[in-house]
Structures are given as C-alpha cells and as structure tokens.
C-alpha cells in the first residue's frame, strides 16, 4: 500500500516537473526567437502576441492593437508614431501604368519609397528595382539594376523598367502563404499583417515579380529617418522574421494622396488611379495607349501596366 | 458508291451557293468620307474641352522677370524681330529649339509683352503655355490633357492638377540632358553584387538592335 502511495508520489511529481518545464519553454519561446536570440522587441506586450488577424478582429480589438502598437513604437523609438486603420474607399480599384519611354533611370522614386515607407535603412531596403536593360531586347535575366550611380543615364543604347510590387488579381503569394497573413483588399492592394506572417517566405518564392522583401535582421530604422504617418497595413515598423512589399503607399493613397514614388518622378512617367472611374487617367492609358504587362502567361493579373509613347 | 451519294448531296445545294451575294454586308469603301485623312491642325482649344477638366499652377510668380512690361514697353524698348545676337540683356537665353527656325517673337508677343502669342496672333498667358506647345506638339498635347504625358501632382481622386510643359522642359532648350541617378540598390546582407551577365553566343537580332541604336 505504502510502495503503491509512493509510485503514485513520484508520478504525481515527474508530472508536475514536465508540466513546469512546458510552461519555462513556453515562456522562453516568446522572449526569444527559434534562433535562440533574445527577442527582437523586449517591449512587445503580451497581448500583441495573442491578437487575432487583422480581418478578424473587431472593431474594439483593432482599436487596441493600434494603441499597444504605438506605446511600443513610442518605447521602441521614442517617437510618436500614429498608426491609421484606413479603410479602403468604395469603388476604388488601384491602378498604375508606367511609361518606359519616359523613364530615364533616376531612381528618384526607389529614395522617394524609402523615404515613406520605414523600411531597413542599413542595408537600404528598396521596394522598386529600376532595371537597366539593352534597347531592342527585353531578357529580364540579363538586365540590371545596379547600374552606377556615377554614369549618367540614360546611357546610350540602355532604357529602364522599374519593377515593384504589382498588386496582382490573382497573387500567387497570397495563395500561397499558408496562415492567411497577406490578402488582397477590396481596393486591390495585397497587404500583410505582419502580427500574423510566420516568416516562412512562401510568397516571396511564388512572386514572379521579385516584389517581396524579407527581415532578415531586426530593421535598422534612426529615429531622425521615421516617417510617423503610418497604416497597420503599409507602413508601420516591421521586425525581425516578417515579410513586407509596395503597397502603392496605401497609407498616403487611401487618403486621397498620389503614392511617393508618382509624386517623385521627375519625368512623370507614372499614372497613378482608380480603375473604376472611365473618366480617370489609368483608363485613358489603358484604352489609348499600347501597354503590356510582365509575365502576363502566369495569369497573375497586374494591375501594372507599362506602356511608351 | 459513297462518291454516288456526295454527288446526290451536292445536288440538293441551292444554285446560287456559288455566287454569294455581298451587297447586304456594308462596305466602308463606298463611303469617299472613311478615306479623309486625319485633320492635321487640332485647335488646342476644342482639344481640351473634350478632355476632363484641369488646373494648372502659376507659373508667373516663378519667373525672374516677369512682368516683361517692366522694361519691354511701347517706345522705351522696342520689339525688334530682327534675327541677331543679343548683347544688352538675355545672353543667357540660348535658343536651341526650332534649330534656328524661330525667334523671340516667334512665341512672345510683340505687342502684348506679358503674353505668349500663338502661330495666328491671338496672346496667350504664360500660364498656359501648353496652348503654345500644342501648336506643333499635338499629340503631345492630347496626351498631356488626359495624362499619358506630363505630370499630375496634388490628389489622384480630386480636381486634376497638371504641370505646365515649362515646369520640366525649358522651352528655348526643350531636350531634357542625362544626369546622374541616385545611389545603387544596397547588396543585402551577407549576398554579393551580380557579375555581369556572360554572353554566350551574339545577340538574336543584330540588325534590329542597329535600327535601335542609330535613333
């Protein structure tokens, strides 16, 4: 009876040690990554990382993702910094049309993006490639984007096709991803919450574009370089382990703005619009103009088209 | 037997089969209108009523020496359409455009100094100076107007705001001139540049790439 007790002791007891040291991994697991690094936000409160989806969130729950948002960025970089929940306007369809004859290859709109968009500043994150490539040719694999900054262009014989995210119709990234942490919004902009991206890089595999960027360190963003105009699903401060892309400025276009990089080039070879709208200058392009869009055999859809004069 | 039967079937067809009346399908040659070519001269005004409405920024307040009234008046300094070099003022207007097919008084008005003045005479403001460009520059024009070309600053949603011609091109030396780009993208951490592609065999198009090349 007494032998059978103690048995029962010492599995009472190794049950209670396994459940303790569940708990200390658990524990353990939110204050470092799997990598065994400290977490990259220390501040990071404990309900940012139990809140739901973006779009499954209620309205009062958003609110408070929002305000446990700012207290961090305002502990993280002490700075104000407002994060909008902007929702998309009705019968707004986002466009864009690029003018390769007008590109000269500046670059002003890649410093223009960086500028608004609060991406890594040490490396510079960039969302838009300006690719150089050989006039009379059009092998992707073989242009460049980066040409020196110390030559003039256009340079003889070269013209320029600046890549970014082409918010696709059908985006095979959101397809793929496979926690639901990037989608397409009614007005066509594939966002991401970054509480929700696991950082597997699914979507940055199936982009054919090259449009997606990952955090491969936790981002180096100086106070001085903050943009504090922020949306939770553009441009607020990302970290260590997320995805991020061009989301046509979605915090400056949903307020009615042009997104940075349009209103940066200098040669105004971007259009910028609603699709819906017949009377909009996207769909003067698209029904005048010659345009194309790339990869278009992939059925991805862009709503980037590119055209010339 | 089986060519007997195809025999029998070809029979049955109506006769007319062979000879298909067209007249009822409509022919745009009848119509001597479908052949007019396409007006050459578009009134840059009736251009833009038809397009959307647009405003375009002042462009008075940023010129040095506007108003022109200020020294080009009637009888101090006169116009003087005479092609020739100029030594008291303006030296540094070089007029490239028009390849020496133009003078001042080409585009500025002789007598209403503080206007422009179209091909036919009638003044235009130095605001809209699109109306001048869109003499010779017509397509151009139609898609600055719509917005092909040019550049639309402000809100893409509400009333359209467009850059005047003169904002980007100077219109004695219209051709914009190579400059540097900004800085190269960062190589990310721990990848190095790409080495430049290593061509294997010539390119598939040599004559095409010299019709590029020598434009």
């Not at chain 1, 050989?134 to 992707?140: A, K």
């Amino acid at each position: 009876m007494t032998k059978n007790k103690q048995i029962q002791d010492k599995a009472k007891r190794l049950s209670l040690k396994i459940l303790g040291l569940g708990a200390a991994v658990g524990a353990g697991a939110l204050a470092s990554d799997s990598t065994g690094y400290p977490a990259t936000n220390p501040e990071k409160e404990w309900g940012e990382h139990f809140q739901s989806h973006y779009t499954k969130m209620s309205p009062e729950e958003v609110k408070e993702a929002v305000a446990r948002l700012e207290r961090r960025y305002k502990s993280q970089y002490d700075k104000e910094i407002k994060v909008a929940t902007t929702p998309p306007k009705e019968h707004v369809l986002f466009g864009y049309a690029l003018n390769i004859t007008r590109c000269k290859g500046y670059r002003e709109c890649v410093k223009a993006c960086t500028e608004v968009n609060n991406q890594d500043k040490n490396p510079n994150m960039e969302y838009i490639r300006v690719l150089e490539l050989d006039r009379g040719t059009f092998n992707l694999e073989e242009a460049s984007h980066y040409y020196s900054a110390e030559k003039e262009v256009p340079a003889p014989g070269k013209f320029y096709l600046p890549i970014q995210c082409h918010q696709c119709e059908n985006p095979p990234c959101v397809a793929t991803c496979p926690v639901e942490a990037t989608w397409k919004e009614p007005d066509g902009i594939v966002v991401v919450d970054y509480n929700w991206c696991i950082g597997c890089r699914m979507c940055m595999n199936a982009c054919p574009y090259w449009a997606r960027r990952f955090n491969w360190r936790n981002p180096n963003l100086p106070k001085d370089k903050i943009n504090p105009d922020t949306h939770y699903l553009s441009n607020r401060p990302r970290e260590k382990g997320v995805m991020e892309k061009c989301t046509f400025c979605l915090q400056r276009t949903r307020k009615g703005e042009m997104p940075a990089c349009q209103a940066a080039c200098p040669t105004g070879a971007r259009v910028f619009g609603n699709l819906l709208d017949p009377k909009s200058e996207i769909r003067w392009v698209l029904e005048n103009k010659t345009v194309f869009r790339l990869k278009e055999d992939l059925n991805t859809q862009p709503k980037f088209w590119y055209f010339s004069d | 037997m089986h060519k007997w039967i195809l025999l029998g079937l070809l029979l049955l067809l109506p006769p007319n089969l062979g000879a298909l009346d067209l007249s009822h399908i409509p022919s745009t040659r009848s119509n001597p209108e479908d052949f007019s070519p396409a007006p050459q001269n578009i009134d840059p005004l009736s251009l833009i009523k038809q397009a959307p409405p647009f405003v375009v920024p002042d462009r008075t307040e940023k010129l040095l020496t506007y108003p022109c009234t200020g020294c080009h008046t009637q009888g101090i300094i006169k116009a003087n359409p005479k092609i020739r070099p100029l030594q008291m003022m303006h030296q540094e207007i070089n007029l490239v455009h028009g390849k020496g097919r133009f003078w001042c008084t080409t585009c500025h008005s002789t007598y209403e100094r503080d206007n422009l003045t179209s091909l036919k005479g009638q003044p235009i403001g130095f605001n809209q100076a699109y109306l001048l460009c869109g003499q010779c520059h017509q397509h151009r024009l139609r898609e600055f107007i719509y917005g092909a070309h040019g550049k639309r600053i402000g809100s893409w949603e509400e009333n359209r705001t467009l850059l005047n011609c003169t904002e980007c091109h100077n219109p004695h030396v219209p051709q914009i001139k190579p400059r540097k780009p900004r800085s190269a993208p960062a190589v990310r951490a721990g990848l190095r540049p790409m080495k430049p592609p290593i061509q294997e065999h010539p390119p598939f198009w040599p004559s095409n790439l010299d019709d590029y090349q020598r434009h």
